[in-house]
């Protein structure tokens, strides 16, 4: 079995972030393994500018940022950087077994960070009924449609939910010459950063209904239209409908339903943590938030298994997630060396 200081899984921003700063404070031997063919992460699709603004002082687009981590780590030969790599199992004792091209691979290794990002709220989870056509998408897969396919998934578009990357793809699909009829959101404020609402739907006049829901999808093999309901006091509940398992808080006004006819609707409801495999090694998870149960950053409840960026918490902010990753790259370091004055 291959023997490694440091083993860290994913090579977004967070992962990026890690391994530099753990190579910085000391530890020489780092694997980083990335399950795309690229570095970068979810940044490669990210187009629009915004990126940076407090890390670097300086608005770039998603890959460029990534490319400024990229570029460091190229010339690190310390840090070697396995791509089309996929984590399968990771144990208490450190052991990450992955797949990549020829075959699977074992390293046991002193520490590991797990830098997995975090996926997208599906339609499930927030019970729209109705049909099954095609032409329903997750915002951010019809944000890798068009940015990195150059593939438009629809014309007459409805978006449910205000999270950040629906309200982007709603300039993106404008700016493409779709047809934004509406964005649906069942809370009474929008979800997203200030900066996109203002950006992204105040300066294109894309109409959003607060307190309101899609109750039901129409169509045969395409989507045709949507229906929509008025919901009666949303503030009965806290925080985000999200993290509800029903709608139990969101009633349904009276005779307040009406349609819109679409060819596509995008899901932007939120994100999960991506934390199937610390939850494999014995690592205490939240529950509601499938997020480490922690009272530090970075920290879990196995020692020497750190995770940061967006399979800790879901951030707003890239900058932010680069600050936090790096500090787990010298978390990870201060535990192989057993040197807490590295914190």
């Not at 990549?100 to 009924?129: F, L, N, Q």
């Not at 890798?144 to 150059?150: D, W």
């Not at 929008?190 to 109409?207: K, M």
Request: charged letters at 25%; proline letters at 3%.
């Amino acid at each position: 079995m291959i023997e490694r200081d440091l083993v860290i899984v994913g090579g977004g921003p967070a992962g990026m972030a890690a391994a530099i700063e753990a190579h910085e404070n000391g530890v020489k031997n780092i694997l980083l393994l990335e399950r795309d063919q690229y570095l970068g992460g979810m940044l490669n699709q990210c187009i629009h500018t915004g990126f940076g603004v407090e890390y670097f002082k300086e608005a770039l687009t998603g890959p460029e940022y990534a490319h400024r981590f990229m570029d460091h780590i190229r010339n690190i030969p310390e840090i070697e950087v396995s791509l089309r790599s996929f984590a399968v199992k990771l144990t208490k004792d450190r052991h990450v077994t992955y797949v990549k091209p020829g075959g699977m691979e074992e390293v046991k290794a002193k520490a590991v960070i797990m830098a997995t990002g975090c996926r997208e709220k599906t339609r499930e989870m927030i019970h729209v009924a109705g049909t099954r056509p095609s032409g329903i998408f997750s915002a951010g897969l019809a944000q890798k449609l068009v940015n990195i396919e150059g593939l438009l998934p629809g014309k007459e578009v409805v978006i449910v939910g205000s999270g950040d990357i629906g309200l982007i793809m709603a300039r993106r699909f404008v700016l493409e010459g779709a047809n934004v009829k509406a964005i649906i959101e069942i809370q009474k404020e929008t979800q997203g950063l200030i900066r996109n609402v203002a950006q992204c739907v105040e300066d294109f006049d894309i109409p959003i209904y607060f307190n309101h829901k899609v109750s039901m999808v129409y169509g045969k093999d395409r989507v045709e239209k949507v229906g929509i309901v008025k919901i009666d006091d949303p503030s009965a509940s806290s925080g985000s409908v999200l993290s509800l398992s029903k709608d139990d808080n969101f009633k349904d006004a009276a005779a307040s339903g009406f349609e819109i006819k679409c060819d596509t609707v995008l899901i932007s409801v939120g994100l999960i943590p991506e934390n199937e495999l610390i939850e494999m090694a014995g690592v205490e998870i939240d529950k509601k938030t499938n997020s480490p149960v922690s009272k530090e950053v970075n920290k879990t409840s196995v020692p020497g298994i750190f995770v940061c960026g967006n399979s800790f918490k879901v951030y707003d902010l890239v900058d932010w997630v680069s600050k936090d990753s790096a500090l787990a790259g010298k978390m990870a370091a201060a535990y192989i060396f057993n040197k807490e004055e590295l914190i």
